[in-house]
């Protein structure tokens, strides 16, 4: 994104300074019944997975995927794009509502490996200014897109205070996998794992309560993504050559 864009997307934040203002009082109400109590104690004998879902808001899905994590008393991470955002705040403001967690999936979802330091830092604020006001504060999360990275991607991340964060396993539900193929994952994750999912596609929906489920049973609540001080191996169960550290886990919310 080049910096012209940036101003006018920040300059379009700030001319619906007042509706946002107003949404974020709408959202303040609807946060107590909206968040249901999320699980934990001796819910989570097992520790903590963290379901994260990426490439929204979707105006049907994403909503459809909140009450399913609100139903079971459950919360996730939602990587947003700034530009799906910004034409969708009511998405976000409902997200931020049910007690879950919006991150930064930079503005149009480009190859961040493949541009520039300036242009990563436009990326990464232009989206932080969207979704700032939406219902919650200012993201502090970051997942870049298809988890490419490179040593300027972090540099950005870490001079804007945002955690870089990958995922311990990918649902491939981009690749046409069903709600019962997206088990496997559920099945292999260990406490301090975070599991990837996009919220833009009906069988992921109708993957999360199966996926919840799995988890009560094994005795894992879903959990919130944190910083580590521990960087943790990414991709889990791919053997190819360029699997990544990232700095994040699942741990209570």
């Given at each position: 994104m080049h910096s012209a864009r940036v101003w006018q997307v920040m300059f379009a934040?700030?001319?619906?300074?007042?509706?946002?203002?107003?949404?974020d009082g709408v959202a303040a109400v609807r946060e107590t019944s909206l968040a249901a109590p999320v699980r934990?104690?001796?819910?989570?004998?097992?520790?903590?997975?963290?379901l994260t879902f990426d490439d929204g808001?979707?105006?049907?899905?994403?909503?459809q995927i909140v009450a399913a994590l609100r139903d079971h008393g459950s919360r996730a991470t939602f990587?947003?794009?700034?530009?799906?955002?910004?034409?969708?705040?009511?998405?976000?403001?409902?997200?931020?509502?049910?007690?879950?967690e919006v991150g930064n999936h930079t503005y149009d979802h480009p190859f961040l490996?493949?541009?520039?330091?300036?242009?990563?830092?436009?990326?990464?604020?232009?989206?932080?200014?969207i979704l700032t006001g939406m219902g919650g504060p200012a993201p502090t999360l970051f997942r870049p897109p298809y988890g490419r990275s490179s040593d300027a991607v972090e540099r950005v991340a870490r001079r804007l205070g945002l955690t870089f964060v990958l995922w311990s396993y990918d649902s491939d539900d981009y690749e046409e996998a069903t709600p019962e193929?997206?088990?496997?994952?559920?099945?292999?994750?260990?406490?301090?794992?975070?599991?990837?999912?996009?919220?833009?596609?009906?069988s992921t929906v109708d993957a999360v309560p199966?996926?919840?489920?799995?988890?009560?049973?094994?005795?894992?609540?879903?959990?919130?993504?944190v910083p580590s001080t521990t960087p943790r191996q990414a991709w889990l169960d791919y053997d190819g050559p360029d699997k990544t550290y990232f700095d994040a886990v699942a741990g209570p919310w």
């Open positions: 934040v700030m001319v619906a300074a007042s509706p946002v203002v107003v949404a934990s104690g001796d819910a989570c004998p097992n520790g903590h997975v963290a808001p979707d105006p049907v899905t994403t909503p990587f947003m794009i700034g530009a799906d955002a910004q034409a969708r705040p009511d998405t976000v403001i409902l997200t931020r509502a049910a007690g879950n490996d493949e541009q520039t330091e300036q242009q990563i830092t436009d990326e990464l604020t232009a989206t932080t200014a193929d997206m088990l496997d994952q559920a099945e292999k994750a260990r406490d301090g794992d975070i599991l990837l999912y996009h919220d833009r596609y009906q199966l996926v919840l489920d799995v988890l009560d049973r094994r005795g894992i609540c879903a959990g919130r993504v």
